[in-house]
């Protein structure tokens, strides 16, 4: 309940480099919006030589294998540059 909680009222997610909390913050919002359970927010991860690895295996394997849609990719945005971040969040809030 809380993570549902944590993710319906956001207006966005910057997700930082972190450990296997923030991974489960992370898909916990993915799946969120994906299944349409929260209205669609922008998220975006910062960092992309640490997330790297994990798009790709989500592109090279769970894709592949047809676990999850290439759609489901676009969910979120990857950045280094934190205007961009800022810009992706605010851009959301205002439509």
């Not at 592949?64 to 849609?69: I, N, P, Y």
């Amino acid at each position: 309940v809380r993570k549902t909680m944590f993710v319906k009222y956001a207006q966005g997610f910057v997700v930082l480099p972190g450990g296997l909390g923030t991974l489960d913050e992370l898909f916990e919002a993915l799946t969120l919006v994906q299944t349409g359970k929260v209205t669609r927010f922008p998220i975006v991860l910062f960092g992309t030589a640490y997330w790297g690895g994990l798009i790709d295996w989500l592109r090279d394997t769970v894709v592949a294998q047809g676990k999850a849609s290439e759609k489901d990719l676009l969910l979120f945005h990857v950045t280094d540059d934190v205007d961009e971040a800022v810009t992706l969040v605010t851009k959301e809030v205002g439509r």
